[in-house]
């Protein structure tokens, strides 16, 4: 009972903002983690009715919860995985948060890749909070088998339709946000562009020209973590857009294998775009980290990097405020018009709006990137693994 309360507070203050990854309890491994979160005390609840209300009276009331559950639980510990690449500044502020305020101790463990996942789930060991991806993925691990049912609990009813969308599966709610909302997006180096008095791109082409100039000035045109197999996955997959604002149903059809990549114009363009931008690459890009990259984008020694504008929060932590505030981030391109972010001209990837996302992706868009593969190899390939993968997922395709 005692993990189970600290468990139900603890996902109430991490619960803040809306992002792409979510946070979801594991019921496997440590007795910590069994419990389920539907059980809420009578102080709990008037806790979170005194938040809401801010009554006199309930506030009370929720002081003096607070101040029984860090009596009572100041000894508890949980666990939680996260990716190795992503800031942690926000976090260990909740944790820390969590600590002094209801007696949580969390143990930060990092994971390179989900090989480790798949092993911890498997050997019955994994921690008691996950920080991981919704959409596609979260359907492929089987969360009725490893995760907590949180339908019903009621910060669930702050979530917008999407995100509940991404973290539902089978009718029933499985993540909790963990971090701000991140784009898969062009970053560009704002001093290059104003010293070559280069503008926003509206088209591929105009992306491909932006490029070439920064070329001839004598500076690397577009930086690559190649080494980083995950984040080579952001071209295609921030591509998207483009792909649905050319065919509306594609993702729909896609799902239900009338459709694939290689097959398809607009959706084969993301895989060919790959193979646009390895001229531009910067040197020794097949053995650049994400880190790495992340500090040669703050200095300026690149003009571009596709990435997750998670790296600005990455940015901002490690080399300070001026050095984001020379970054700034577009759209990747398509081959009409540029998709800005104003209200109604962006898009969720692929594997959030679908239950199939082939579990050899980043491997195949690492290839492109290392050159092994060419556009069309890479798109058949893909089709090919999601249709291995839609058969796990007992959809039948022709």
């Known amino acids: 009972m005692v993990v189970k309360k600290i468990y139900k507070a603890l996902l109430l203050a991490l619960a803040a903002v809306l992002t792409v990854h979510g946070l979801a309890g594991c019921h496997r491994g440590r007795a910590a983690a069994q419990a389920t979160t539907s ?171 932006n490029c070439q100039t920064v070329e001839q000035a004598g500076y690397t045109a577009c930086l690559s973590s190649t080494a980083s197999k995950s984040m080579t996955q952001v071209l295609f997959l921030g591509d998207h857009y483009n792909v649905m604002a050319f065919d509306h149903d594609f993702a729909a059809r896609f799902e239900s294998g009338e459709a694939g990549y290689a097959s398809h114009r607009a959706a084969l363009r993301s895989w060919e775009k790959y193979e646009d931008l390895l001229p531009y690459f910067q040197e020794g890009h097949k053995e650049a980290s994400y880190g790495q990259v992340c500090r040669m984008l703050a200095g300026g020694e690149g003009a571009h990097w596709i990435c997750l504008t998670q790296a600005l929060s990455n940015i901002y932590s490690l080399y300070g405020k001026e050095a984001a505030d020379r970054i ?41 990137c290392l050159g092994e593969l060419t556009a069309g190899e890479a798109a058949a390939a893909y089709d090919e693994d999601c249709r291995l993968q839609a058969l796990q997922l007992g959809v039948l395709w022709d």
């Not at 009596?71 to 820390?96: P, T």
């Not at 009409?336 to 868009?365: H, L, N, R, W």
Request: hydrophobic share 40%; proline share 3%; glycine share 8%.
């Open 39 to 209: 059980e809420t005390t009578a102080k709990g609840t008037e806790a979170m009715t005194a938040a809401a209300t801010g009554a006199a009276s309930e506030r009370t009331s929720e002081a003096e919860a607070r101040t029984e559950d860090r009596q009572v639980y100041r000894e508890a510990a949980l666990s939680l995985l996260i990716d190795s690449n992503v800031a942690l500044d926000g976090l260990k502020a909740v944790c820390d948060l969590a600590e002094s305020e209801l007696g949580i101790t969390i143990e930060i463990k990092y994971k390179v890749d989900d090989s480790v996942l798949k092993t911890r789930l498997a050997a019955g060991e994994m921690t008691d909070l996950l920080v991981y991806n919704s959409g596609s993925l979260l359907r492929a691990m089987d969360p009725s088998e490893y995760l907590m049912d949180l339908t019903g609990q009621p910060f669930t009813d702050k979530y917008d339709d999407i995100y509940r969308r991404s973290v539902t599966v089978g009718g029933v709610v499985y993540g909790v946000p963990f971090a701000s909302t991140q784009s898969g997006a062009v970053m560009y180096y704002k001093p290059i562009y104003e010293e070559l008095g280069l503008k926003l791109p509206h088209t591929w082409d105009d992306f491909l020209a």
């Open 328 to 368: 700034g981030v577009f759209g990747i391109p398509g081959d009409d018009m540029q998709p800005y972010f104003d209200a109604g001209k962006t898009k969720v990837a692929m594997e959030f709006e679908t239950a199939i996302k082939g579990a050899k992706c980043s491997s195949i868009t690492q290839s492109l």
